[in-house]
């Protein structure tokens, strides 16, 4: 009876708690990421740079024998030996295949060509284009770029990886990574060893005043060097303009990450975005000219295809196309832009002494989709596409020289 009792007890409790009012539940709290501060803004640096830069004559050729070759970017493997990658193509199939070539000497030669990425899948894409290739701490090399599905959407496109464990001779197969009209991406390797691929993408529900899609820079991450990927999250948008072709860059003495973006259609371009290395722009909120986390690159011009790297000594530099003064369209006849170096202080502020590595062009001639490469603490090289007046292209290499 005694038991019957206690369970009768029991019972009867339970039934005179399920009348009580409960308490509201409470959606958990998620912390967010180790050291970030939602209100922090980028270090100042206010300091003019005193470098300034003196290009050779003449360049040289560095791309092989093909209609179109383009968008090219020059990585350091060691001491010696350079990786050379791009986009080629025939005559109105530029955006078609991905090129690398090698060199042993320091970039006086090439090896021959070899195709990383090969137009032959024509029910799936209509080609690949705008590579980046990375040399991550472990050794592997890190491709990645543009797949032009079929049809043109933002189904069928993607962004995809490549990994070689043996210096570009052997790949894995293609990864995608990303979803979407996505394209230029731009790698870098944080001191931690997580890997970031910054990149823009077309927001197809959303159009601009003028008619195209308006479109903003993202950044996926990977901590284990490139095996397995993050979803995207923003970086950077300005309504009703396209910012894009973004290339981030570690700064140097924990600065934090900028990133350099085109920004069609707004104000100014270029714009550098930064985010510290703590927070890695996993913030709330994009970065602004408001939140300091945002600023106009240079006054004056408007640049196109931006490219960011920074000297040993401190000093950023930057190259971006433009009319460059002379009498041409810079949309309708952007092949035919040419190309400006600036010289910026530790920050990527106050771009300064503005040089021409392609000096005089005709107007029938261009220098467009261009990257820097430090060849040494005082030798910087201008990656060029060079555009003829039968319309052809060809990558070329210029050096040019730090004087202060």
């Not at 933002?154 to 790949?171: A, C, E, F, Y």
């Not at 691929?197 to 195209?212: C, D, N, P, Q």
């Not at 303009?241 to 270029?270: C, F, Q, W, Y």
Request: glycine share 8%; hydrophobic share 35%; proline share 5%.
């Amino acid at each position: 009876m005694k038991l019957h009792g206690y369970i009768l007890l029991i019972l009867l409790t339970v039934a005179s708690c399920s009348k009580c009012s409960k308490p509201a539940l409470k959606a958990p709290v998620k912390p967010n990421p180790v050291g970030i501060n939602h209100q922090e803004r980028a270090p100042d640096d206010n300091s003019t740079p005193k470098a300034h830069i003196i290009w050779d004559k003449t360049g040289r050729k560095i791309s092989h024998t093909v209609y179109f070759a383009e968008y090219a970017r020059v990585k350091r493997w060691n001491r010696d030996t350079l990786l050379l990658i791009y986009h080629y193509g025939k005559k109105h199939n530029e955006w078609d295949n991905i090129a690398l070539r090698k060199s042993y000497d320091n970039g006086k030669s090439w090896s021959a060509m070899q195709t990383l990425m090969a137009d032959n899948n024509k029910k799936r894409y209509y080609g690949f284009s705008t590579p980046e290739i990375t040399r991550l701490k472990n050794g592997w090399l890190l491709l990645a770029y543009t797949g032009r599905g079929k049809p043109d959407d933002s189904t069928h496109n993607n962004l995809q990886v490549r990994i070689s464990k043996d210096i570009g001779t052997t790949w894995s197969k293609p990864a995608i990574v990303a979803i979407g009209r996505s394209w230029e991406p731009g790698v870098v390797q944080l001191p931690d060893g997580d890997v970031q691929i910054v990149f823009s993408t077309e927001i197809m529900s959303s159009k601009a005043s003028w008619g195209r899609h308006e479109q903003k820079v993202v950044v996926i991450s990977s901590k284990d060097n490139g095996l397995s990927w993050s979803k995207p999250k923003d970086v950077s948008f300005v309504k009703g303009a396209r910012d894009g072709m973004s290339v981030p860059l570690v700064l140097n003495n924990k600065k934090g990450i900028v990133t350099v973006v085109e920004s069609v259609h707004h104000t100014k371009s270029p714009c550098i975005i930064w985010s510290s290395l703590n927070a890695k722009w996993q913030y709330n909120t994009i970065g602004t000219t408001d939140n300091g986390r945002r600023w106009d690159g240079i006054d004056g011009i408007w640049g196109g295809a931006p490219y960011l790297i920074q000297l040993p000594s401190g000093e950023t530099i930057i190259s971006v196309q433009d009319v460059g003064g002379r009498k041409i369209n810079r949309y309708t006849g952007w092949k035919k832009n040419t190309m400006l170096v600036f010289v910026g202080n530790s920050m990527a502020r106050n771009f300064t002494h503005v040089s021409y590595p392609w000096p005089n062009l005709p107007l029938k001639e261009g220098a467009y989709f261009n990257s820097l490469f430090l060849k040494d603490d005082s030798t910087v090289v201008a990656i060029s596409t060079r555009n003829y007046a039968n319309t052809r292209s060809d990558i070329w290499w210029k050096e040019g020289h730090v004087r202060r």
